[in-house]
């Protein structure tokens, strides 16, 4: 697997999208997409600006694969107005509410990834409302409180494909170092039988869905 991240090859540099993913965390989700994209679609949730869709979009185009990447582009909790990871820019002072779409919109377009990314702007539990396409992949990297964790976990793992994986972002498991909401549902994962923990890499925990 390492030769993957070795020979990742991304269509735009991801330091020039905004976004809290550090540069091993996405070539390692380049690698479990790269990995899983035969088995089917990939589906990310919370995709802000698009540096995660980035290096998810760049493997999965490689195999003519598509991501679907869900978000109501209004901004998770700690983006808000007065919160701590709020970025101005991202305001639309109008609807007096963040919206990040026209940035990611931008970001697929310099990326000449439109036809590998599918966006939904739409929150998880509406997307996923009548979901029924299997995945190969799913990355959970949406809300932090915990309802919205379990959300996203309930309403997208079931889909997943045996051999399929699910990537979490934001893993601590020392309640000091950050929120536990992303570590609570990696844990209920490991605990469901379902699935058999992998490699963790920074804060980037995956399972892999046992085969039947
Ligand atoms: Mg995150």
């Known amino acids: 697997m390492k030769n993957v991240r070795q020979s990742m090859a991304l269509p735009l540099d991801p330091d020039s999208v905004k976004g809290f993913l550090d540069p091993e965390e996405g070539a390692r989700l380049y690698e479990l997409a790269d990995l899983t994209a035969s088995l089917g679609p990939c589906l990310e949730v919370g ?13 999965c185009r490689s195999h003519g694969q598509l991501v679907y990447a869900v978000d109501h582009h209004r901004g998770s909790e700690e983006h808000q107005k007065g919160e701590a990871y709020h970025d101005s820019t991202l305001y639309d002072s109008e609807a007096e509410r963040m919206d990040t779409f026209p940035e990611f919109r931008r970001n697929v377009d310099r990326a000449g990834l439109t036809d590998t990314v599918v966006p939904i702007v739409a929150g998880t539990q509406l997307a996923g409302r009548h979901w029924q396409i299997p995945l190969g992949m799913v990355f959970i990297d949406g809300g932090h409180s915990e309802a919205a964790a379990l959300a996203d976990y309930r309403t997208w793992a079931p889909h997943l494909v045996p051999g399929g994986v699910l990537a979490i972002h934001d893993l601590f498991p020392d309640p000091q170092a950050g929120g536990q909401a992303p570590y609570h549902i990696y844990q209920l994962a490991a605990a469901s039988g379902l699935f058999e923990p992998l490699e963790t890499v920074g804060t980037l925990g995956a399972l892999r869905r046992f085969d039947l």
């Open 47 to 59: 995709s802000y600006c698009g540096k995660s869709t980035l290096y998810l979009g760049a493997a």
